[in-house]
């Protein structure tokens, strides 16, 4: 698996540089809203800052995620220390001899 995952790793840095390669000293007019001015930059630099702020984001929704499920485990912990005890109290706790018609024998 881990080999896999360094041939794609592979693969996805040899077509990035390919693209960089292609595109470099491309410019780009890129308009934020309807009519504010333009901005000029090259398409490398504007495909990285899209890079970058794809990571920030899905970082904060991969701790997010990894935050809640810290909370079900914790939940779940302390639910199962509970039932724990109590099946520990009851395994502890005297029987009372029942025959095979579930009536108490004595």
Same mark, same amino acid.
């Given at each position: 698996? *881990? @080999?896999?995952?360094?041939?794609?790793?592979?693969?996805?840095?040899?077509?990035?540089? !390919? +693209? $960089? #390669?292609?595109?470099? /000293?491309?410019?780009?007019?890129? *308009? @934020?809203?309807?009519?504010?001015?333009?901005?000029?930059?090259?398409?490398?630099?504007? !495909? +990285? $800052? #899209?890079?970058?702020? /794809?990571?920030?984001?899905?970082?904060?929704?991969?701790?997010?995620?990894?935050?809640?499920?810290?909370?079900?485990?914790?939940?779940?912990?302390?639910?199962?220390?509970?039932?724990?005890?109590?099946?520990?109290?009851?395994?502890?706790?005297?029987?009372?001899?029942?025959?095979?018609?579930?009536?108490?024998?004595?």
């Amino acid at each position: 698996m *881990k @080999f896999l995952r360094l041939i794609a790793v592979i693969v996805i840095m040899f077509l990035m540089v !390919v +693209f $960089i #390669t292609q595109n470099y /000293g491309q410019v780009i007019h890129l *308009k @934020f809203f309807w009519n504010s001015s333009s901005v000029e930059m090259d398409m490398v630099i504007l !495909v +990285f $800052i #899209t890079l970058m702020l /794809g990571l920030v984001i899905g970082f904060l929704i991969a701790g997010v995620q990894i935050l809640a499920a810290r909370s079900d485990l914790r939940v779940l912990s302390n639910d199962y220390k509970k039932l724990k005890k109590e099946i520990d109290l009851l395994r502890n706790q005297g029987i009372d001899e029942v025959d095979g018609n579930g009536l108490k024998t004595e």
